[in-house]
C-alpha cells in the first residue's frame, strides 16, 4: 500500500517531468519557429534583391532611353543651327550682291544723268543753231524770192509736207509690206486647209414652188365652184395659188419658203386624194403643218449633230431648222450655216481659239433670217435677240453679231465667223444670180471707180468680188491712192447692193523706158 508520502512524491515527480516535458516540447517549437522566420527572412531578402535588380534594370533602360533622346535633339539642334547658319551666309552673300548691284546700278544712273544733261544741251545748242538758220533761212528767201514772211512760211510747210508725205509713204509700204508677208502666209496655209477639208454642194430654191399635175381637171378641182376651193386654200396657207401659168404645173408663190412647203404638201395630198373641198383642205393643211414642224425640228437636231456643238436650248434648234426652207442668193442657208460651222471649227483650231464657240457662232450667224420676214429689223439684230432671249452665252453673241460688220469684233472668234462666211459665201457656185443683174452690178462698180480723179483703168474681177483700179502715177501720189481706195469702198457701199465683200485695189506704177543706143 502506497503511502500519502510516495503519492505526493510521485505526483511531484509526475508535474515535474511533465514540467519538463512541457518546456522540452516549447523549446522546440520555439526552434521550429524560429527557422521557419530566418526562411521567411531569407525569402523576402531575395525578393528584395529581385525586385532591386529590375527596378535597377529599368532605370538604366530608361536611363539609356533618356540619354539617346537627348543626344538625338542635341544632334538635331546641331544640324538646325549649321543649316541656319548656312542660310544667313547665303543671305549675307545675296546682300552683298545686290548691294553691289544697286552701287553698280548707281553708277549707271549717274553716268546716265550726266550723258543726259550733255545730250540736253547739245539738244539746246542745236535748236539754237536751227532757229538761227530758220531766220537766216526766211531772210534769205526774202531777199531771193521777194517773199514777206507768212509767204515764206506757207511755201516751206508746203515743201516740208512734200517730203514727209513721201517719206510717210515709203515707210507705211515698208511695213505693210513687212506686216503682212508673214501674215498673208499663214492665212492663205489656214484657209487652203480649211478649204481643202470641206467641198458641199449647195443646192438651189426659189421663191415660187410648183406643183406638177397629171390633167386640166385638177385644175378645175382646185379652184372649186365659183373659187371656193382656191380661196379656202389661200386663206390657210397664206400663199398665192397660180393655175394658168404652166400647162401641167401650178405654181405656189409666197415669200416665205415654209408657207410654200406647207402649200406644197398639202396640195399634193389633195389631189393625190381626189377630194378637194374647204373642210378637206383645211384638215390637210394642218396635217402639213404639223409635218413641216416635225421636218423644221429634224433639221434643226442634224445641223447641230453634223457640227458636233454642244447642244443649245431647243426652241434656238427649232428656229435653226426653219433656214432649210429658206435661200439666200440661191444658197440654202441651213447648209450655208452648217459648212461655215465646219470652216469656223477648222480655222479655230489652226489658230488656238475657242473651236465650239466659233462653231456655234457660226452655226446661229444668220438665224436670224428664219423670221426677218416676221420681225422688223437686220437678221443680224434679229438674230442676237433670238439668242440672248434664249439663254445662249454671251460669247456665242459677241461672235456672230459682227460678221456684217454691224459691231465691232471683240472677240478673235467673231473674226473667224465672219470670214467663214465669206469663204462659204464666195466661192464659186455657192451662190446664184441672174445674167442681168450680174452685168448690170459689174457696169456700176467699173462706173464708180472710174469717177474719181488719175483713174486710167478698172476692172472687176472674181464675179464682182475684186475690182483693180490702174491710175496715173504723175496725178495720184502714193497716199493719195490709200485715199482713193477708202473713197471707192465707201461708195461701193453706199451706191451697190451685193453679197459678202468687194476688195478694192489699187495700182499705181512708174515705168521708165531708155534706149541704149
Do not use: W
Not at 428656229?319 to 444658197?331: C, E, K, P, W
Not at 478673235?412 to 442681168?436: F, H, L, M
Amino acid at each position: 500500500m502506497i503511502t500519502l508520502q510516495t503519492a505526493i512524491l510521485l505526483t511531484i515527480l509526475g508535474v515535474g517531468i511533465g514540467f519538463s516535458v512541457g518546456y522540452l516540447i516549447r523549446i522546440l517549437v520555439a526552434l521550429s519557429k524560429k527557422n521557419s522566420i530566418e526562411l521567411d527572412i531569407k525569402k523576402m531578402m531575395l525578393d528584395a534583391r529581385e525586385k532591386a535588380e529590375k527596378v535597377t534594370l529599368e532605370a538604366e533602360s530608361k536611363a539609356s532611353e533618356t540619354l539617346k533622346s537627348a543626344r538625338e535633339q542635341v544632334r538635331e539642334r546641331e544640324e538646325s543651327i549649321i543649316k541656319a547658319d548656312e542660310r544667313l551666309a547665303k543671305k549675307e552673300e545675296s546682300l552683298v550682291k545686290k548691294e553691289e548691284g544697286l552701287e553698280m546700278k548707281e553708277i549707271e544712273l549717274q553716268s546716265e544723268a550726266e550723258g543726259l544733261k550733255i545730250r540736253i544741251a547739245e539738244i539746246k545748242a542745236i535748236k539754237e543753231r536751227v532757229d538761227n538758220s530758220k531766220t537766216e533761212i526766211e531772210t534769205e528767201i526774202q531777199k531771193v524770192a521777194q517773199l514777206t514772211k507768212e509767204q515764206a512760211e506757207q511755201k516751206l510747210l508746203q515743201q516740208i509736207e512734200t517730203e514727209a508725205e513721201k517719206s510717210l509713204s515709203s515707210r507705211l509700204y515698208k511695213l505693210e509690206n513687212f506686216a503682212t508677208e508673214s501674215l498673208e502666209q499663214k492665212a492663205k496655209e489656214i484657209l487652203a486647209v480649211s478649204i481643202q477639208r470641206l467641198a458641199v454642194s449647195v443646192p438651189a430654191e426659189l421663191f415660187s414652188t410648183y406643183v406638177p399635175i397629171i390633167s386640166e381637171d385638177d385644175k378645175g378641182k382646185i379652184i372649186g365652184k365659183e373659187g371656193r376651193n382656191i380661196k379656202a386654200f389661200e386663206k390657210a396657207t397664206g400663199v398665192e395659188v397660180l393655175v394658168d401659168d404652166q400647162p401641167d404645173a401650178i405654181m405656189l408663190s409666197s415669200f416665205d419658203p415654209i408657207r410654200r412647203q406647207v402649200a406644197r404638201i398639202a396640195l399634193e395630198r389633195l389631189l393625190k386624194d381626189g377630194r378637194i373641198q374647204p373642210a378637206k383642205i383645211e384638215q390637210e393643211v394642218a396635217l402639213a403643218q404639223e409635218e413641216i414642224n416635225k421636218v423644221i425640228k429634224d433639221e434643226g437636231e442634224r445641223a447641230i449633230y453634223e457640227t458636233g456643238i454642244t447642244p443649245l436650248d431647243p426652241r434656238i434648234t427649232a428656229i435653226l431648222g426653219r433656214l432649210h426652207f429658206r435661200t439666200s442668193y440661191g444658197q440654202n442657208v441651213l447648209q450655208h450655216s452648217i459648212e461655215c460651222a465646219h470652216l469656223a471649227g477648222m480655222i479655230a483650231e489652226e489658230l488656238g481659239a475657242n473651236v465650239n464657240t466659233a462653231k456655234t457662232g457660226a452655226l446661229v450667224h444668220d438665224i436670224g433670217k428664219a423670221l426677218d420676214h416676221e420681225v422688223q429689223g437686220t437678221h443680224v439684230e434679229i438674230g442676237r435677240k433670238i439668242l440672248q432671249k434664249f439663254g445662249a452665252s454671251e460669247d456665242i453673241v459677241k461672235a456672230m453679231e459682227a460678221h456684217h460688220e454691224e459691231y465691232p469684233y471683240e472677240t478673235v472668234e467673231s473674226r473667224i465667223v465672219q470670214t467663214a462666211d465669206a469663204i462659204s459665201g464666195g466661192r464659186p457656185g455657192a451662190r446664184k444670180d441672174n445674167i442681168e443683174n450680174y452685168i448690170k452690178r459689174l457696169t456700176e462698180l467699173e462706173q464708180i471707180a472710174k469717177n474719181e480723179k488719175g483713174v486710167e483703168r478698172v476692172y472687176a474681177l472674181q464675179a464682182g468680188r475684186e475690182i483693180r483700179v490702174f491710175v496715173h502715177p504723175e496725178v495720184v501720189s502714193d497716199s493719195q491712192a490709200k485715199n482713193m481706195a477708202i473713197n471707192i469702198a465707201k461708195n461701193i457701199e453706199i451706191e451697190l447692193k451685193y453679197p459678202g465683200e468687194i476688195k478694192v485695189h489699187i495700182i499705181r506704177e512708174t515705168r521708165v523706158v531708155e534706149y541704149a543706143r
